[in-house]
């Protein structure tokens, strides 16, 4: 499966940007966004279910990033909110073989190219 992220750009603090990934074709698994800023290892983002009905978010984003996903269209969002200048990164998205949440990015098969989301101060 192929998986295309985009949506990112540049945007001043506070303000909001919503990322999408689109799969190569039906995905009734597990669905993560990851971010990766310069110098810095990955780390988890978010996560969502096959359903869209459970959710993780890492504690830095919670109450600013909300995931959802359109089964129907392959696609999953990561709409932000409130963006602060450590968020800075690229975001990208990942697939889970298998069921249940996870936040080790070893734990996802699929990756997508990533894109580039850049908050200024």
């Known amino acids: 499966v192929q998986l295309q992220a985009s949506g990112g750009g540049l945007v001043q603090a506070g303000g909001s940007l919503r990322l999408s990934c689109v799969a190569s074709?039906?995905?009734?698994?597990?669905m993560g966004w990851f971010r990766q800023a310069p110098g810095k290892e990955r780390e988890f983002v978010v996560a969502i279910n096959w359903s869209g009905g459970s959710t993780e978010y890492a504690d830095s984003v919670k109450g600013r990033f909300t995931i959802s996903r359109d089964n129907a269209q392959n696609t999953v969002y990561l709409q932000m909110n409130s963006l602060k200048p450590e968020d800075t990164a690229v975001y990208s998205c990942?697939?889970?073989?298998?069921?249940?949440?996870?936040?080790?990015?070893?734990?996802?098969?699929?990756w997508g190219q990533g894109t580039l989301v850049t908050v200024s101060s």
């Open positions: 990942a697939m889970r073989v298998g069921v249940g949440i996870r936040k080790s990015p070893d734990e996802y098969a699929y």
């Open positions: 074709r039906r995905t009734f698994t597990t």
